[in-house]
């Protein structure tokens, strides 16, 4: 590597930390906002997850999995009830097909447990890169990058890619942080591009790394018109639901799921 290409990792690598400090002090009750008690849950609600919101997800789960709760019940469900249930997450005759497929290959070559390696993951019905990285990390606790299109979308802002492969992406931003950093990183840059980072107009003037992003500019920078822009507890009228989420970080995922069934 030449000198000058050091120097340049080395600066990208100490910007591209200082963005997660910022991010870990905006957010620090990020988390994985798929509901789940256990791998098998992550798993399936991950590969829902596909083309629809986690809050669909979540509705959805909580019935499928009173009906299916083990690998077992899923893998001998009716093909057409688990459609039913299945669809308000969309394309749900596929993901049924996958989640059948997903259970039976658990149950006929894992005894229905869901396994801990990334490489055996990966074999799974419907399960690539980024479900298995989401599982390791929050099911196992063994680090991993998740890069949906909000993680990708970012790192291209932060200029830590330039990639639109998300193979190639995870690997281009493993080389700025320790691995002990990278599940926590990718909850709390999800967190940033769902909340103030969007994808057609970024709220760039309520932004806490504005200083820090390359790409500042590219959406509002006046800071009265941004803040209109912010989501979910960052919206105008949800500074209740923010401070509660600050002052019971450990209680962040109950605290989301209780202010989902608030009605409006």
């Known amino acids: ?10 600066a990208l690598k100490r910007r591209a930390r200082k963005i997660n400090r910022v991010l870990a002090d905006k957010y620090p009750y990020a988390h994985a906002e798929l509901d789940f008690r256990n791998p098998f ?5 991950t590969v829902l997850s596909a083309q629809t919101t986690d809050v669909a997800v979540n ?5 499928l999995f009173a009906r299916y709760p083990d690998a077992r019940a899923m893998a001998e469900a009716d093909p057409v009830e688990l459609e039913t249930i ?13 989640v059948l497929a997903l259970s039976t290959r658990l149950v006929d070559e ?9 490489e055996d ?18 099911a196992f606790g063994i680090p991993g ?5 909000h993680f990708g979308r970012l790192a291209r802002r932060f200029g830590w890619t330039a990639s639109d492969d998300p193979v190639k992406i995870e690997f281009d931003v493993a080389e700025l942080f320790e691995p002990r950093d990278w599940t926590m990183l990718s909850h709390r840059v999800v967190f940033h591009g769902r909340r103030i980072c969007h994808s057609r107009k970024p709220a760039c003037g309520a932004c806490p790394v504005a200083s820090l992003c390359p790409s500042y500019g590219e959406g509002e920078t006046d800071p009265v018109k941004a803040a ?14 923010l401070k509660q989420l600050l002052a019971e970080t450990h209680r962040a995922a109950e605290i989301r799921m209780e202010s989902q069934r608030r009605p409006g």
């Open 145 to 149: 990058i998740t890069v949906d299109t």
């Open 1 to 10: 590597m030449a000198i000058a290409e050091a120097g340049s990792l080395l």
């Open 86 to 98: 299945l669809q308000p997450t969309g394309f749900f005759r596929a993901k049924a097909r996958n």
């Open 41 to 45: 849950e992550l798993v399936v609600a």
């Open 121 to 138: 993951l990966v074999t799974l019905p419907g399960v690539g890169r980024k479900t298995a990285n989401v599982v390791l990390g929050n």
């Open 228 to 241: 209109k822009l912010l989501k979910y507890e960052l919206a105008p009228g949800n500074e209740a639901l």
């Open 59 to 63: 509705q959805v789960t909580k019935i």
């Open 110 to 118: 894992y005894d229905g447990v869901v396994p801990g390696r990334l």
